[in-house]
């Protein structure tokens, strides 16, 4: 998600979740783990919007600098189904920031060329932000809120589209999945789980958007409806049979400085030494924003790093199974 408001502060409103506020629903206790250990996701949303060789060069620059991290690739098909693309050469450029390892994943947003491909009709509205930031060259539905727009059967039909999209752009079947403004609820969750996905990333904590986004824009509104207990602190949970969410508790780096990272992965790392468990911290960025926002990760994880050591804590980073 690209922020379209002005930047504010959100350091205190982290301190009080950090500090005070505990998810309501029922977690899964993971296992004993032999040391202190807290997993990091590094996720890659790719919003549709644009390919720029700058952002496609730093996510290959930072690839080289941390070649021990897997990233979660959660692609949007819609790059190659504009008029005029060449897609073998386009999907050369994104494999061009993959490494040995990596994830491929699904990421949508309500494109109308994604959309009247998959033989649905195109809504605009609700919509997430406002209409300024709703269009790219001549396509437009960036902002369109999935969850609110579209019937459960609509969003079956789109996220088998999708997926199938996907593949014969020559990507792994996806089976991890973050919706496009975080917007995921019951008739997404049942689309996901009837096309055969296992792992979605998209709750948030709307506080941890404050940054970038006003505390009365739709977005933080939606958010607020879709996801009201979400903190930066709670984990892993099953939302359906075979469904797991990990909920994006780090948000990405639009959002949240080097600092707040540090906060975030301090109190996930005290809570680990506390309950002897495995915590586990998703974080990520956006490839249109990759050149202005990576620098914040490599800060982060140097910072991160540095903690792990002063609290004799294991930082592991997040590996991916062999997809279909």
Not at 59 to 67: E, K
Not at 132 to 139: I, L, T, V
Not at 168 to 192: E, I, S, V
Request: hydrophobic share 40%; glycine share 6%.
């Amino acid at each position: 998600m690209i922020a379209l408001k002005k930047p504010v502060s959100c350091l205190a409103w982290l301190c009080f979740t950090l500090c005070f506020a505990l998810p309501l629903h029922a977690e899964p206790d993971p296992a004993p783990a032999e040391r202190p250990t807290v997993t990091l996701y590094m996720t890659v949303d790719w919003e549709g919007w644009s390919l720029e060789e700058e952002n496609l060069q730093a996510m290959r620059d930072f690839r080289v600098r941390h070649p021990h991290i897997p990233m979660l690739h959660l692609l949007n098909p819609v790059y190659a189904m504009r008029p005029g693309v060449d897609m073998p050469e386009l999907t050369r450029r994104i494999r061009s920031t993959f490494l040995p390892g990596d994830g491929e994943g699904l990421h949508l947003h309500g494109w109308r060329t994604l959309v009247e491909a998959c033989e649905l009709g195109y809504r605009s509205e609700p919509a997430f932000s406002e209409a300024e930031g709703a269009c790219s060259q001549d396509d437009c539905g960036y902002n369109v809120s999935l969850e609110s727009a579209y019937g459960e059967s609509e969003l079956r039909t789109l996220v088998a589209c999708s997926s199938e999209q996907l593949m014969q752009q020559g990507f792994r079947r996806p089976t991890h999945f973050r919706a496009g403004g975080w917007q995921l609820g019951p008739k997404l969750a049942n689309a996901l789980l009837a096309n055969g996905f296992r792992w979605d990333s998209s709750r948030i904590e709307p506080a941890l958007l404050l940054g970038r986004w006003h505390p009365d824009s739709a977005l933080i509104k939606l958010l607020e409806t879709l996801h009201p207990d979400a903190t930066a602190l709670e984990q892993p949970r099953k939302i359906r049979p075979g469904l797991m969410q990990y909920p994006n508790n780090a948000a990405l780096a639009d959002y949240t400085s080097a600092s707040d990272l540090l906060m975030i992965f301090k109190a996930l790392a005290e809570r680990a030494q506390k309950e002897r468990k495995e915590m586990v911290m998703v974080l990520g960025f956006h490839q249109e924003t990759a050149d202005h926002y990576l620098p914040r990760l490599d800060e982060a994880i140097r910072l991160m790093t540095q903690e792990a050591g002063v609290l004799d804590i294991d930082i592991r980073w997040a590996a991916y199974p062999e997809q279909e």
